[in-house]
């Protein structure tokens, strides 16, 4: 069965504490994001990658780290910078070209404290 | 600044009705479209994707595109509770590949 697994589902941490978040994917998508989504509010975009070891800053990118050493993982780190980390953690991914039509994972939803 | 701009409801039908759900965009370069639903507490599942001026029906589902006037709308046919949830409209400008997120239009359908 394809699709996108993120872990864990829910991830309970202390203030100024760093936390990664697992993205994994198995549906051969060359492209992987992460969004961010805040009761009432839309998506907002942290970090995407077209390709492995190349990422770029999304809109909300301070505070947050990423890496992409293989293709089907796109983990994201919360850091101690970030000043409101507490939110439901979406990852994504899409083929290259084409539609690029996202699918996302099932999120995670941390709470800082 | 590109936008997608939905009205945050909550829109209520009655069960058995046509809930339409409408969605414009700033930006005319936008060439793809689509629309999630996202249940509380759930993640977004892509339910239908549009890339030309007309309808494209799947099932209950039917995703207008309009882009001399730049909007988008998802009409469900024969609306059923499980229905009930939220509704993302995205669009992606021609040369990128990341999406433009509307917030969101929360649907209820009532028995």
């Known amino acids: 069965d394809g699709g996108i697994t993120q872990s864990p589902k829910y991830l309970f941490r202390k203030e100024g504490q760093n936390v990664t978040l697992s993205c994994e994917q198995n549906?051969?998508?060359?492209?992987m994001y992460w969004y961010r989504q805040d009761p009432g509010q839309g998506l907002r975009l942290i970090y995407y990658s077209q390709i492995v070891n190349d990422f770029q800053k999304g809109d909300i990118a301070e505070g947050y780290s990423v890496s992409r050493e293989k293709k089907e993982s796109f983990p994201l780190t919360v850091t101690s910078a970030q000043k409101n980390p507490t939110a439901f953690y979406l990852c994504?991914?899409?083929?290259?070209?084409?539609?690029?039509?996202?699918?996302f994972g099932p999120g995670t939803r941390l709470t800082v404290t | 600044q590109k936008e997608v701009e939905q009205n945050s409801g909550p829109l209520s039908v009655p069960e058995g009705a046509i809930a339409s759900l409408n969605c414009t965009y700033s930006?005319?370069?936008?060439?793809?479209f689509f629309w999630y639903r996202q249940y509380s507490g759930k993640s977004p599942e892509l339910i239908m994707s549009i890339y030309s001026n007309g309808d494209k029906e799947d099932g209950r589902f039917t995703a207008q595109l309009n882009k001399a006037s730049q909007y988008v709308s998802l009409l469900i046919r024969d609306s059923q509770p499980s229905d009930s949830a939220t509704y993302l409209c995205?669009?992606?400008?021609?040369?990128?590949?990341?999406?433009?997120f509307g917030r969101g239009t929360s649907l209820i359908v009532h028995p």
């Open positions: 549906l051969n998508h060359d492209a």
């Open positions: 930006d005319r370069g936008s060439q793809s």
């Open positions: 995205a669009g992606i400008s021609g040369g990128s590949y990341i999406p433009t």
């Open positions: 994504a991914s899409s083929k290259r070209g084409g539609s690029y039509e996202q699918y």
